[in-house]
């Protein structure tokens, strides 16, 4: 639960937009246009010293693509509109897709209906929703992927898939 809250909490940080409105990558990259040797690096020395100021007040941080994926990792499952804008681009200029997850398999129970509730190494914690009879011994790992009308389906193992929905 930890990993997930601080998962949230960074979202929320980078999401929010920079108080500093003066600080900002553009200003940076504006620089390259400037053809005069000196009044180019007066631009960059400018614009890299308020983006530094920013960053060190922390109104600014810089995420990396494996930050985004490993993030999307963890919420995958719950709904989170704001964390598709930190989504990258396909070659062709689309949005990229984020629709299935597999994840290796902590442990796998029971509840006294016969329903599964599986825990996955990140701490997610998956249950079985529908009235199909998986058999689940010492599964590896588990595909989730997105299914119709915003529900998840499960495959352990590449076994039989089976409805499931995100508790933890």
Do not use: H
Request: aromatic share 8%; net charge neutral.
């Amino acid at each position: 639960m930890t990993r997930f809250l601080s998962a949230i909490a960074a979202i929320c940080l980078v999401s929010l937009p920079a108080i500093a409105e003066n600080a900002s990558t553009g200003d940076v990259y504006a620089c390259a246009e400037i053809t005069g040797n000196d009044e180019r690096l007066a631009c960059y020395d400018a614009a890299v010293g308020r983006l530094k100021a920013a960053e060190e007040a922390g109104e600014v941080t810089t995420v990396t693509r494996a930050e985004v994926e490993q993030a999307k990792r963890e919420t995958f499952g719950f709904s989170m509109p704001s964390l598709r804008s930190f989504g990258f681009k396909n070659d062709d200029g689309s949005q990229e897709k984020f629709d299935e997850v597999t994840l290796a398999v902590k442990s796998v129970s029971r509840d006294a209906a016969g329903k599964l509730r599986i825990t996955l190494e990140g701490g997610q914690v998956w249950v079985q929703n529908d009235g199909m009879r998986i058999r689940a011994k010492n599964p590896s790992e588990a595909r989730i992927y997105a299914a119709a009308l915003g529900s998840y389906k499960m495959k352990i193992d590449g076994g039989m898939a089976f409805r499931v929905r995100r508790e933890q």
